[in-house]
Nanobody, 123 residues
Framework: QVRLEESGGGSVQSGGSLRLSCVATTNDYSGYCMDWFRQAPGKEREEVAAIDGPSRTRYSDSVRGRFTISQDNAKNTLYLQMNSLKPEDTAMYYC?????????????????WGQGTQVTVSS
């Protein structure tokens, strides 16, 4: 069982920045691929960023160039640095973990979800 706890959300004005953190309670943090998702009211949950190693990252088109995903394996912590925030970034942001079925691969399904942290961007 892995527990994921997000923090760092809040309210900012358009153009501002926030850094989200997600602490994973597990003895095998490196055994998971990590993602950030978000869900706005009335919309489906969408993946915004994923990381599988320091040089293997993926971003949605809507956040590429503005958001940066990173992690500190020694602290079991995942981060999402969000810059140049826009009102359309307003959503609940969730941390998620995928199992590694083998070296260099990530499961297609999410094994664990955090409870989420709210980000609100005003114009």
């Amino acid at each position: 069982q892995v527990r994921l706890e997000e923090s760092g959300g809040g309210s900012v004005q358009s153009g501002g920045s926030l850094r989200l953190s997600c602490v994973a309670t597990t003895n095998d943090y490196s055994g998971y691929c990590m993602d950030w998702f978000r869900q706005a009211p009335g919309k489906e949950r969408e993946e915004v960023a994923a990381i599988d190693g320091p040089s293997r990252t993926r971003y949605s088109d809507s956040v590429r160039g503005r958001f940066t995903i990173s992690q500190d394996n020694a602290k079991n912590t995942l981060y999402l640095q969000m810059n140049s925030l826009k009102p359309e970034d307003t959503a609940m942001y969730y941390c998620a973990a995928r199992r590694r079925p083998g070296f260099g691969s990530c499961s297609a399904s999410i094994a664990y979800w955090g409870q989420g942290t709210q980000v609100t961007v005003s114009s």
